[in-house]
């Protein structure tokens, strides 16, 4: 049963590609407008006109000057949990 399944879709696909082939050469200016304007939505889509016009932002040379860096310095909170580890008296 398998196997006449993909026979079918074999024959089903070969037809489809002799039509299209078909089509093609006895009126090529058909598939020439669908494809100008597939392309133009791809280009559309990829570059969309409102960065057209933008300038290029290149990032400000001091954020990576190259130098010393200062080690950040941690300290601690003191809280108000009780000193032993039991839970919460909520709990």
Known sequence: MRNRNNTIA???FGL??????ASLLMNPSA?????LIFGAIFFLYKFPPNT????????????????????ATFRVI???????????SYH
């Open 16 to 21: 489809i590609a002799i039509g299209v082939l």
């Open 31 to 35: 598939f020439l407008l669908p494809l």
């Open 52 to 71: 057209w016009n933008r300038p290029k932002r290149t990032p400000p040379g001091s954020r990576f000057a190259k130098g010393k860096r200062k080690n």
């Open 10 to 12: 074999y024959v089903i």
């Open 78 to 88: 003191p809280g108000n949990k009780d000193k032993q580890d039991d839970p919460p």
